[in-house]
């Protein structure tokens, strides 16, 4: 997942999107009970949000 630029006007609104994305991704992992590995298959990984948060 790229970033949005810091000076970008929706630089605020993307770091609030990512974080609940993130924990919601997470969330429906472990309630799945998928690993990692299994989130990767779907390219829908959580460490991929995990760095830009």
């Known amino acids: 997942m790229r970033g949005i630029d810091s000076d970008s006007v929706y630089h605020n609104d993307f770091q609030r999107f990512t974080k609940k994305l993130k924990k919601r991704i997470y969330e429906l992992r472990k309630e799945s009970g998928y690993t990692q590995e299994d989130m990767e298959k779907f390219e829908l990984s959580y460490r991929q ?4 948060g």
């Not at 949000?49 to 830009?52: E, F, L, Q, T």
Request: hydrophobic share 0%; no cysteine.
């Open 49 to 52: 949000y995990r760095k830009h």
